[in-house]
T-cell receptor
Framework: GAVVSQHPSWVICKSGTSVKIECRSLDFQATTMFWYRQFPKQSLMLMAT?????????EQGVEKDKFLINHASLTLSTLTVTSAHPEDSSFYIC???????????FGDGTRLSIL | AQSVTQPDIHITVSEGASLELRCNYS??????LFWYVQSPGQGLQLLLKYFSGDTLVQGIKGFEAEFKRSQSSFNLRKPSVHWSDAAEYFCAVGSDSWGKLQFGAGTQVVVTP
């Protein structure tokens, strides 16, 4: 149980385009979802926390207009990287908690490469 | 503010040998503690968690961890490692059941034949 699916797993696109990443909880209702960014050989950096039906709470230093997060349902959250540039290339991971709270269940991540 | 320290960036262990990964945390109250494992290019898989109760917790894949309040530690152990245990291991701490986690820097485990 507690499966989180993330799509796509890998995306390559040109600089200036927008990219949407989906995070779905397949077998539970995700009241809270988290979006992380991970640089090579580094730990996870929390970008934002989103609760279903509410605006996301962004961590300090994360551009809200660059990284748009939508959590419109209890099973789906999306992260849109707008006008992506090479410096946005990274590994993005989502996680979700159900109504009982912890632990967080993680998706398999999305590797984003901006050319 | 809470923090998590994993002192060992890299550990090499022989297959069949025991493994211990260290994790120290800084937090005022009793934290929610987790160990996750990440294979290359993958997301994180929960190995085990501690919220309260018995301080020795059992997890998946033969792992266990012990919460020691006096040492502010939550070390992960496995009696006999398998080649498939080669991965990155993250310790994480949370302040409550709902909030965000603080992750350690991670420990990369290499398993040699």
């Amino acid at each position: 149980g507690a499966v989180v699916s993330q799509h796509p797993s890998w995306v390559i696109c040109k600089s200036g385009t927008s990219v949407k990443i989906e995070c779905r909880s397949l077998d539970f209702q995700a009241t809270t979802m988290f979006w992380y960014r991970q640089f090579p050989k580094q730990s996870l950096m929390l970008m934002a926390t989103s609760n279903e039906g509410s605006k996301a709470t962004y961590e300090q230093g994360v551009e809200k207009d660059k990284f748009l997060i939508n959590h419109a349902s209890l099973t789906l959250s999306t992260l849109t990287v707008t006008s992506a540039h090479p410096e946005d290339s990274s590994f993005y991971i989502c996680s979700a908690t159900g109504q009982g709270g912890q632990p967080q269940h993680f998706g398999d991540g999305t590797r984003l490469s901006i050319l | 503010a809470q923090s998590v320290t994993q002192p060992d960036i890299h550990i090499t262990v022989s297959e069949g040998a025991s493994l211990e990964l260290r994790c120290n945390y800084s937090y005022g109250a009793t934290p929610y503690l987790f160990w996750y494992v990440q294979s290359p290019g993958q997301g994180l898989q929960l190995l085990l968690k501690y919220f309260s109760g018995d301080t020795l917790v059992q997890g998946i894949k033969g792992f266990e961890a012990e919460f020691k309040r006096s040492q502010s530690s939550f070390n992960l152990r496995k009696p006999s490692v398998h080649w498939s245990d080669a991965a990155e291991y993250f310790c994480a701490v949370g302040s409550d059941s709902w909030g965000k986690l603080q992750f350690g820097a991670g420990t990369q485990v290499v398993v040699t034949p």
